[in-house]
């Protein structure tokens, strides 16, 4: 088993940041992937970035330019999100994913809230 604990979430006016953290503890051994996705009221769970254990990363094309994934190197299970030039689209839950062996673990999620 996987336990992953998101942090950093809030509430942020249009064109602020905010960075959260993902923390995996347990069986962390041959995690290949973590990552965060979100999901808005109403709508389904949607990926943002993701980042592999050999560092390629993938984002949305809505987060593209304003979004940085990135990870702790000396502590493999630690995952960050920079978020700037935020826009209220963004509101959201926001869920740190790790994936192992095919299986993927979620984060309790963390609320991301943008006013205008």
């Known amino acids: 088993q996987v336990q992953l604990v998101e942090s950093g979430g809030g509430l942020v006016q249009a064109g602020g940041s905010l960075r959260l953290s993902c923390a995996a503890s347990?069986?962390?051994?041959?995690?290949?992937?973590m990552g965060w996705y979100r999901q808005a009221p109403g709508k389904q769970r949607e990926l943002v970035a993701t980042i592999t254990r050999g560092g390629s990363t993938n984002y949305a094309d809505s987060v593209k330019g304003r979004f940085t994934i990135s990870r702790d190197n000396m502590k493999n299970t630690l995952v960050y999100l920079q978020m700037n030039s935020l826009k209220p689209e963004d509101t959201a839950v926001y869920f740190c994913?790790?994936?192992?062996?095919?299986?993927?673990?979620w984060g309790q999620g963390t609320q991301v809230t943008v006013s205008s």
């Open positions: 347990g069986s962390i051994f041959l995690i290949n992937k």
């Open positions: 994913n790790a994936e192992k062996v095919g299986i993927n673990y």
